[in-house]
């Protein structure tokens, strides 16, 4: 069974710290792209980053590029996002996906169509 999970969302102050992670299960880790996706109530779904093996550097949505940093550790089937100087506006609902064709990265972004597996999410709300 494929599964990712997400952890590490809270309450945090603006200008705060939060690192997410996403474990997965199931499938050789290191062949996909494991995406960060975000969604507010009343938005669309945001393709936030994206980290392949595939590409030589990872995709950042401008509206948190200089902040968001996403990472792996193959040898603990894990992704991160540190996300640094938060806020509110980052509050959302974040998810992490994967990417069978690994494709996103660098100057692609990920998109929902694109990611055949997803965690159930973890919320991150920043107070002002």
């Known amino acids: 069974e494929v599964e990712l999970v997400e952890s590490g969302g809270g309450l945090v102050q603006a200008g705060g710290s939060l690192r997410l992670a996403c474990a997965v299960s199931?499938?050789?880790?290191?062949?996909?792209?494991i995406g960060w996706f975000r969604q507010a109530p009343g938005k669309e779904r945001e393709g936030v980053s994206c980290i392949s093996s595939r590409v030589g550097s990872a995709y950042y949505a401008d509206s948190v590029k200089g902040r968001f940093t996403s990472s792996r550790d193959n040898a603990k089937n894990t992704v991160y996002l540190q996300m640094n100087s938060l806020k509110p506006e980052d509050t959302a609902w974040y998810y992490c996906?994967?990417?069978?064709?690994?494709?996103?990265?660098?100057?692609?972004?990920?998109?929902?169509?694109?990611?055949?597996?997803w965690g159930k999410g973890t919320l991150v709300t920043v107070s002002s």
């Open positions: 996906a994967a990417d069978p064709l690994a494709t996103c990265g660098a100057d692609i972004p990920p998109v929902p169509g694109g990611m055949d597996y």
């Open positions: 199931g499938f050789t880790f290191d062949d996909y792209a």
